[in-house]
Nanobody, 120 residues
Framework: QVQLVESGGGLVQAGGSLRLSCAAS????????MGWYRQAPGKQRELVAT???????NYADSVKGRFSISRDNAENTVYLQMNSLKPEDTAVYYC??????????????WGQGTQVTVSS
């Protein structure tokens, strides 16, 4: 089985920064695209950023210039550096990864979510 474990959420003031981490573990052959999504109360889950195994990135317009996604392929870990946080960034942030498991099939996995709260 594969697990994604997230950490780094917390409470910050507007303009502050947080760094989220998500580590994949288990019977992993390789990790392809990894990404971050978020869901605020009463809203749909939305894509925040993705990164390929080769380092190509994609960001939602709302976070461009403020957030940066990166990964450590050796550790199967993806990070989200969040700067200049705004109250509208408040949400539960979920890690997502497309993983080829050791038996040879690819599956999508979700982390448990980590709460990010940005105060005014």
């Amino acid at each position: 089985q594969v697990q994604l474990v997230e950490s780094g959420g917390g409470l910050v003031q507007a303009g502050g920064s947080l760094r989220l981490s998500c580590a994949a573990s288990g019977s992993i052959f390789s990790v392809n695209v990894m990404g971050w999504y978020r869901q605020a109360p009463g809203k749909q889950r939305e894509l925040v950023a993705t990164i390929t195994s080769g380092g190509n990135t994609n960001y939602a317009d709302s976070v461009k210039g403020r957030f940066s996604i990166s990964r450590d392929n050796a550790e199967n870990t993806v990070y989200l550096q969040m700067n200049s946080l705004k109250p509208e960034d408040t949400a539960v942030y979920y890690c997502n990864a497309d993983i080829i498991v050791i038996i040879g099939h690819m599956y999508g996995y979700w982390g448990q979510g980590t709460q990010v709260t940005v105060s005014s």
